[in-house]
């Protein structure tokens, strides 16, 4: 395999710390937590304040004025939730990422395979840590990323490394990476159907659509139903031609 082929992502965590440790090999790290969950934040935030060589030095719930939460909290890592309540995630790390590039970001998420963290990885986060871990092993995650290591699946870093050699193929049936359910939902939305409608023809509930068409966003990197469906219709016509 090239390693030139593959995304800087995949080399950087590494170099940088090893930079680190050659400047201060003592100083402590400094962690940033974004996470809904006040509770979550809060149990992580006493972990990292009782765990040496680390401190927290911001906790926050939501994403508004991100980047000067960032600013004033100066980070080594950003902790960032995949599920924020007022911001796609994949936005939120394209935003860290060309505001503070030294700063090392890891995807919370509920699960290995999650396609927002993939879509994150891709953007720039260095890995990810599953929720349901017990404090303790987060810590051993976070310690794994000043070691040089990728906190991630080897499936998912497989899937990265397919995602760079793929990057200049022709489109694929799924681009944007949708689940069968969401695919079903933004057919839906092709047709014209309303959130109200896709409940009803599903037999789902209205906050079930409206959750499928958040993460639909997310994806597209669209803020509205119209912009989703113009960006399929644009995909499924490239692929036809």
């Given at each position: 395999m090239n390693n030139r082929a593959l995304p800087s992502i995949l080399f950087s965590a590494a170099t940088k710390e090893n930079h680190l440790r050659q400047q201060s090999p003592h100083a402590d790290i400094s962690i940033v937590?974004?996470?809904?969950?006040?509770?979550?934040?809060?149990?992580?935030?006493l972990l990292l304040n009782t765990s040496k060589g680390y401190f927290c030095t911001g906790s926050f719930t939501?994403?508004?004025?991100?980047?000067d939460k960032i600013r004033a909290a100066q980070p080594d890592i950003v902790l960032l939730d995949v599920n924020l309540p007022n911001m796609c995630c994949i936005t939120a790390v394209r935003m860290i990422?060309?505001?503070f590039p030294d700063i090392r970001i890891l995807m919370l998420t509920g699960f290995h395979d999650d396609e927002l963290v993939f879509?994150?990885?891709?953007t720039g986060a260095l890995g990810y840590i599953l929720e349901d871990l017990a404090l303790q092993?987060?810590?051993e995650v976070i310690h794994e990323l000043q070691q040089g290591f990728l906190p991630?699946?080897?499936a998912m870093l497989r899937r990265v490394i397919e995602f760079v050699h793929q990057r200049n193929a022709p489109v694929s049936n799924n681009l944007f990476g949708l689940t069968l359910r969401e695919t079903e939902?933004?057919?839906?939305?092709?047709?014209?159907?309303?959130?109200?409608?896709i409940a009803n023809k599903m037999g789902i509930s209205y906050d079930t659509v409206h959750n499928h068409i958040k993460r639909i966003?997310?994806?597209?990197?669209?803020?509205?139903?119209s912009e989703a469906v113009a960006k399929v219709m644009k995909s499924q016509k490239n692929q036809v031609t």
């Open positions: 937590i974004i996470h809904a969950n006040r509770t979550f934040c809060d149990s992580i935030s939501e994403s508004t004025d991100l980047l990422r060309a505001d879509k994150a990885i891709c092993s987060m810590m991630m699946s080897p939902v933004m057919n839906l939305m092709i047709d014209g159907a309303s959130y109200k409608m966003y997310c994806k597209l990197e669209v803020n509205s139903m």
